[in-house]
């Protein structure tokens, strides 16, 4: 049985299928959620997100591909495992649920219910080790990064320094989504670049959530020399993302034709274990912020 109690939406609109697969998987000890449109599907997922969808594509509203690559299209919903079920075999099916939807699995009706389960305790293992870590950058997020951090509440002689990509936000709008993963993947590696090279075997960084934030935590000594090497090869690598105007001119211009905004730039909150003691890692997360946003300020 799932001890975790797992949560599956069963997005299907013959009853007689939803019926089987709710039976058996909840049997199994996991959570059933059903919904047999597809914008019911949406709705259900958009309040309580599953840790698992299992998707038909033929349904009496919008496609299951278009249920599938909404998901994908919202932070909150883009890394939940979908497991496509379909009557439709042919390549072009198989390419749209992979290239489109982006689907961790694609099985044919009729099905083995009994392979079904063994994909779906699969896929949801494999979620689990992938939400450990972040899916653009591979850097440690959620509960590693939660872990480090309730180590710092009881410890001390410790950095904690929150950095956020600035001006990211306005980037993106403009060179678009694909352009604004490639900078996250360039800001995870300079970080552990120069992490390796100014700061200790024991440093750690790791990426917050949501948002272009990334943090790192070092000994006291080490902080400021850390910083400054990561301010520099930032600011000195990040124009090569850029295009030859706006590099030139230094600064982008708003997606709405309105002010322009300056380069992307690291700006960093520091906190050291003398600033507190902290109750929780939410007080701790929360002074790094304040600090964060008050460098933005200056």
């Keep these: 049985m799932a001890a975790d109690k797992d949560t599956i939406l069963i997005v299907e609109d013959d009853p007689a299928i939803a019926r089987v697969l709710e039976i058996y998987l909840s049997k199994r000890g996991y959570l059933i959620q059903?919904?047999?449109?597809g914008e019911e599907a949406l709705a259900i997922c958009r309040t309580t997100p599953p840790d698992l969808v299992v998707l038909d594509v033929r349904l009496p509203d919008?496609?299951?591909?278009?249920?599938?690559?909404?998901?994908?299209?919202?932070?909150?919903?883009?890394?939940?495992?979908?497991?496509?079920?379909?009557?439709?075999?042919e390549?072009?099916?198989r390419l749209e649920a992979h290239d489109e939807v982006r689907a961790d699995y694609f099985l044919n009706k009729p099905f083995d219910i009994e392979e079904v389960h063994s994909i779906i305790?699969?896929?949801l293992s494999e979620s689990r080790?992938?939400?450990?870590?972040?899916?653009?950058?591979?850097?440690?997020t959620g509960e590693l990064v939660n872990t480090r951090l309730r180590a710092l509440l009881t410890s001390d002689g410790w950095t904690f320094a929150l950095i956020r990509v600035a001006g990211f936000e306005s980037f993106t709008q403009l060179y678009g989504v694909v352009a604004g993963e490639d900078v996250l993947k360039f800001t995870a590696l300079l970080l552990v670049d120069v992490l390796h090279r100014q700061g200790a075997a024991e440093d750690f960084t790791g990426q917050m959530v949501v948002g272009p934030y990334f943090m790192l935590i070092a000994g006291c000594a080490q902080i400021e020399a850390i910083i400054s090497d990561l301010k520099s090869h930032f600011d000195k690598d990040i124009e090569l993302y850029y295009s030859y105007q706006d590099r030139r001119q230094a600064s982008v211009q708003r997606s709405n034709g309105g002010s322009t905004v300056p380069l992307m730039a690291l700006t960093v909150g520091v906190l050291h274990s003398s600033d507190g003691p902290f109750r929780d890692?939410?007080?701790?997360?929360?002074?790094?912020?304040?600090?964060?946003n008050a460098e933005s300020r200056l």
Excluded at 130 to 139: A, C, K, S, V
Aim: without cysteine.
């Design 91 to 93: 390549r072009q099916n």
């Design 121 to 123: 305790r699969n896929q």
């Design 281 to 292: 890692i939410r007080e701790l997360t929360e002074a790094a912020e304040q600090r964060l």
């Design 129 to 140: 080790r992938r939400g450990q870590f972040h899916p653009i950058t591979n850097l440690p």
């Design 34 to 37: 059903k919904a047999s449109r």
């Design 62 to 89: 919008i496609s299951g591909y278009e249920v599938g690559k909404a998901l994908r299209a919202t932070p909150d919903t883009q890394n939940i495992p979908i497991v496509v079920l379909t009557a439709f075999g």
